[in-house]
């Protein structure tokens, strides 16, 4: 795991899933405690077993900012298309509302297509990654800077309907055809501590949340009495 100075400040990664957004966090300078409905024995810092929502109306207002990454299978595509028909828990209003009793700053993580704010959008190509992950993000406390979103260049790698693709990027999820590696993984997404295809195909990239938490952290530090 990088090293990265403490700056003092505690974020709380609420579903850290095996630390995603967590690192991103940390890589900006938080400190980082995460909590999981499950064990997450690859979760790279302190870590709480625990339901998300109990927890944040329990704890949420000990921390300087809180990033909740709900479930989002309610919300995906693969939901509303192949696994139409299946039942999953909308979580993003109680989760929101329990954000928002603790006063802190906050954002809230998930698919394109789920009802959260989009204040903010970002895509693997804003980053050189090697896979594309639209993620949206909604930004309660703090201002944000919107990237420009790139042109992608071209088309994700891997079979469609018995043909072969090639591209620029990987899809990490599923176990298709040309899904790409473990380590081609890991590398597109810039993880590198956990080696389950599950787990990766589940996060997102640190590099999002980086993103996020230094704009966070400006913002924390502008409120600091001088």
Known sequence: MT?????????????????????????????????DIVEQPNYPFEFHRADAIEFVRAHGADFDLIHASWPCQH?????????KGRAYPDLIPAGREALLGTGR????????GSPIRP????????????????????????????????????????????????????AVYGQGG?????????????????????ELAQAIPPVYTRHVGEQALSHLRSEVPA
């Open 178 to 198: 040309g899904k790409g590696t473990v380590a081609q993984w890991q590398a597109a997404m810039g993880i590198g501590w956990t080696s389950s295809r599950k």
């Open 105 to 112: 700053p906050f954002v809230i993580e998930n698919v394109q």
């Open 119 to 170: 204040d903010l959008t970002l895509c693997g190509e804003m980053f050189g990654l090697a896979v594309i992950r639209h993620r949206l993000f909604e930004i309660h406390g703090f201002p944000t800077l919107q990237m420009p979103h790139l042109p992608h260049r071209g088309r994700v790698a891997g079979m469609r309907h018995g043909r072969w693709y090639a591209g620029p990027y990987f």
């Open 3 to 35: 090293s990265v100075p403490s700056i003092g400040l505690r974020v709380l990664d609420l579903c850290c899933g095996a630390g995603g957004a967590g690192m991103g966090y940390h890589l900006a300078g938080f400190d980082v405690v995460g909590v």
């Open 75 to 83: 919300h995906t595509a693969l939901t509303k298309g192949t696994n």
